[in-house]
C-alpha cells in the first residue's frame, strides 16, 4: 500500500481500491452479465499493510482473458504470510508497477511468448517486461531452486535487455553464484527470444539514495571477485521509484540510447570512446567527464576508484535529483554539473513526464 502514490494522485487511487473492497455489482457490456462481489481485501498494518486479490475476483479476471494466465502462475500457489514472502511480492509488484508507468507493455495478453525452439527477436520496436515468474516458466529449462528468487524480472526493449531488482529499502546484497546462475539462465532466454546474446546490464530498482549509498560501501568491503558490485552486470542503472525513475526507464529502453546521447553533448573531438585506460565519456584540457543520466552506479563505482589513483580533474554531468548521490559518494573528487531533463529528452526525441 505504501507504493500506491507511484500511480499519480494518491487519494484518487485509495478512493478506487476502498470501492473494490466492499461488494459492488460489475456488469460486462459484452456478454450482459452481471456479477457482484468483493474484489480486494487490505490486510498488515503500517509498512507492511498489502492489497490481496480475493478469490472473488476470479470471474472478472474471465471477463478480461487474464484467468487462465493467473492460474497457470498462481493456481498452485500457498501463500503462507511470512514477512521475506510479503518483502518478495511487494517487490515484484513494484517492478511491474514501474515498467507499466514507463510505457513498456506488461500485459501477458499483449506481449510474445518466450519460448526456446528458434533463435529470433520478438522485440524490434517493441518494449516488453516479464516478472521472474514468467521467465521461469519458459520451456525445459532446468531451473536451480533458488534461482529467480532475487531478481524481480526483465526488461527486453529493441536491441536491450535488462535484468531488473528492487532493493526497496535494504541495502543489495549480491549472492554472487546464484545471480551468476540466474544470469546464464536469462542469457538464453535473451538469445532464443531477442538475439542478444550476452546481458551485461542491470536495472536495480529503490526507494531513495541512502540505501544505494550504503549498498555501494559495503561492497568496496568485499574483496571476493564473484560477491564484488559489478562482477555479475558491467552496468548496474539504479532507478529510483518515482516520477524521475520512469522518465530514466523510457531513456535506457531507447535502441543505441547511450551513443546518441553522447553524441548530442560532446562534439566527436572530446569523446574518448572507451580509450584512456579508465572509463570517461569526453575529456576538455586534462578534465576527464563522465555522464551519469543513465544512473550506473557500476561505471561510478569506477570512476571513483580512477580519480583517487589518478591526478587530474574530474566532472560528472547528471540530472538535478542524482545529486545528492554523487555527493555523498564521490564527496569532493568531482565537480558536479546538473542538465535539465528537457535538455535530454529533446536531445533524444523522447516525451517528458507526461
Known amino acids: 500500500m505504501c507504493s500506491i502514490s507511484l500511480f499519480g494522485n494518491y487519494q484518487s487511487h485509495m478512493r478506487l481500491i ?15 452479465e452481471h456479477y457482484k462481489a468483493k474484489l480486494l481485501t487490505i490486510v498488515g498494518k503500517g509498512r507492511e499493510k498489502s492489497l490481496r486479490m480475493l478469490s472473488g475476483a476470479y470471474p472478472v479476471l474471465e471477463w478480461l482473458g487474464l484467468l487462465k494466465v493467473y492460474l497457470t502462475s498462481y493456481g498452485d500457489y500457498r501463500f503462507t504470510g511470512k514477512l521475506i514472502e510479503r518483502e518478495r511480492i511487494h517487490r515484484v509488484a513494484e517492478g511491474y508497477a514501474m515498467m507499466y508507468l514507463a510505457g513498456l507493455a506488461v500485459n501477458p495478453l499483449q506481449i510474445p511468448k518466450l519460448q526456446q525452439e528458434t533463435i529470433q527477436n520478438l522485440f524490434l520496436e517493441k518494449e516488453c517486461y516479464y516478472g521472474s515468474k514468467q521467465l521461469k516458466e519458459v520451456g ?22 535488462y535484468a531488473v531488482y528492487n532493493t526497496r529499502h535494504q541495502i543489495m546484497k549480491w549472492n554472487g553464484r546464484g545471480e551468476k546462475k540466474t544470469l546464464i539462465n536469462l542469457e538464453e532466454i535473451s538469445r532464443m527470444n531477442a538475439n542478444v546474446y550476452r546481458v551485461t546490464s542491470a536495472i536495480l530498482l529503490g526507494k531513495n539514495t541512502k540505501v544505494i549509498l550504503e549498498t555501494l560501501r559495503e561492497t568496496e568491503e568485499t574483496k571476493r571477485l564473484e560477491f564484488c558490485f559489478d562482477g555479475i552486470y558491467t552496468h548496474i542503472h539504479f532507478v529510483p521509484m518515482d516520477a524521475n525513475g520512469v522518465r530514466q526507464l523510457r531513456l535506457l529502453c531507447l535502441e543505441d540510447w547511450r551513443e546518441e546521447l553522447l553524441s548530442a553533448l560532446f562534439p566527436d573531438e572530446m569523446r574518448s570512446y572507451d580509450q584512456g585506460g579508465f572509463e570517461y565519456d569526453a575529456s576538455i584540457g586534462g578534465k576527464f567527464i563522465l555522464t551519469f543520466f543513465d544512473g550506473d552506479i557500476a561505471r561510478l563505482q569506477r570512476f571513483r576508484y580512477a580519480a583517487q589513483r589518478t591526478s587530474g580533474e574530474y566532472e560528472v554531468l547528471c540530472f538535478p535529483f542524482q ?32
Open 18 to 32: 476502498n470501492k473494490a473492497t466492499k461488494e459492488y455489482e460489475y456488469f460486462n457490456p459484452k456478454t450482459k
Open 140 to 161: 525445459s529449462l532446468e531451473m536451480n531452486k533458488n534461482a529467480y528468487t532475487r531478481i524481480v524480472g526483465a526488461v527486453f526493449a529493441n536491441k536491450n535487455v
Open 323 to 354: 545529486v545528492e548521490l554523487i555527493k555523498g559518494y564521490l564527496g569532493d573528487l568531482v565537480k558536479i554539473k546538473t542538465v535539465k531533463w528537457e535538455v535530454i529528452e529533446n536531445a533524444l526525441g523522447i516525451g517528458g513526464e507526461n
